[in-house]
């Protein structure tokens, strides 16, 4: 039995929209009044940002970088089957496996990080890319998908960064 656990990163393991059951397993290994921590990056929140302190008057296009983005989440659901509706209520999920929720809080990137999300992102992407289309999965643009990689490496190269909200979620096991 432990005092704390810590979950994350586990978002491409769970099946069905459904966290419940590593929730349970989390609660099994906790001592009464212990504490579970949950950090995960919400891909319903993943976009391409525009550089610059404004992004919205950024003359930097990110069309490719939109698509790359859609293409991917659109893919990833239907080759690994991957959906991301359960962050929006992991607080409430907390509740309904015995756990009293002492923090939650959904954070944006930090600026100065969004380079080194990007390269991180890119590179989870480009895996799920491949499997899908080994699994003739890839889905959500009539494009070559190398195109689509391309055109969105040139605008990353102009400024153009990937981002995802932080959903962090605390609870403790009741005593």
Known sequence: MYDVVHIRAFSSV????????ILRNAFKMLKPGGYLQW??????SFKAV?????????????????ELVATSLQSQTVALNLKFSW???LG?????QGFEV?????????KELRS???VSLLMIHAHI?????RNGCMVGTDKNWEEVWTKAGEEIANGVSLTMDMIVVVGRKRA
Request: cysteine-free.
């Open 39 to 44: 950090d995960e990056l919400d891909g319903g």
């Open 50 to 66: 525009a550089p610059g302190s404004d992004p919205q008057s950024s003359t930097v296009s990110t069309a490719a970088t939109e």
């Open 87 to 89: 962050l929006q209520r």
């Open 92 to 96: 409430p999920l907390f509740e309904e």
């Open 129 to 133: 890319a491949r499997v899908a289309v």
């Open 102 to 110: 002492v923090d939650q809080k959904k954070m944006d990137v930090k």
């Open 116 to 118: 080194v999300m990007t």
């Open 14 to 21: 769970i099946k069905d929209d459904n966290p419940g059951p």
